[in-house]
Structures are given as C-alpha cells and as structure tokens.
C-alpha cells in the first residue's frame, strides 16, 4: 500500500504509522509495517508528496521512483529478508470497531530503517473490496 526508500546516504526512523479501512476485507487478513531488502513496484511519489513535519526542514532524501518511494504495489518483488516492525490481523466481521488503526512508537522504541531498504506498509487480504488509507511518520537521521 505504501513504501518508502531510504536513500544510501542516510536512514529514517519510524515515529508513528497507521491506516484506515472504509469497510471490513471479504475475508480474514492481515496489516503488517515491514523493513525488507526488495522493491515492489509502486506508483512513484513526486517530492510534493513526502510532506516533512518542519516548515522550515530541508526536503526529503527519499528515493522516489517506481521502484522506490510510492503506493500502490502492482508487484512486490522477490524479498530475500524482512524485519517485521508490527502486524495487525483483521476480521471480515470486525464491523465498525476494527476499521482503524494508528501506533505510535515510544523514544526507545522506535525503529530504524537502515540506507538502502525499504520500508513498506503490505495488506494482505483474499478480496480487495476495501478502500485503504495508510501513513507512515518518520524523520530521517544519520
């Protein structure tokens, strides 16, 4: 659903990540916030798009391209390793209750994406029946 790439000059660290449903997926499915090694092909983000939280910050680093900084996967590629960062399961029957989710990660806790990976928001569900919204929070260190 969404990824971005870190460039091979500098990292980015996770603040808060979420997403919304407007109905629940046809089927049992599950939300995941990955790191991995490969590329999906996305539809590319235009530097517009990666809004920084700072007025006055510099511009993104981000790669931007196809297969780089983008949404909407049309292929996810042949991942070789991931680092799960968190999952969340949903319920075709989880009704209105289910149909959000935001965490937010602690100081200590929060997760690294080291130069050169990618950092991806995959739904895996059997329909796609639902409309997703999702985003991802960082600031970029190093």
Known sequence: MLQLATP??????VLEWGFSLDDPPGADGVVELLQTDVAATVTAHVASGVV?????????????????????????????????????????????????????????????IAVSRFLRVRATTPTTASDMRCFITFQEVG
């Open 8 to 13: 091979s000059t500098r990292q980015i660290q």
């Open 52 to 112: 920084n939280l700072d007025p006055n910050g510099a511009a993104s680093l981000l790669t931007l391209g196809t297969t780089a900084t983008g949404y909407t996967s049309t292929s996810e590629g042949a991942i070789t390793a991931t680092r799960p960062l968190d999952a969340v399961s949903l319920s075709s029957v989880s009704g209105e209750s289910g149909l959000s989710y935001v965490r937010t990660f602690m100081p200590d806790d929060r997760p690294i």
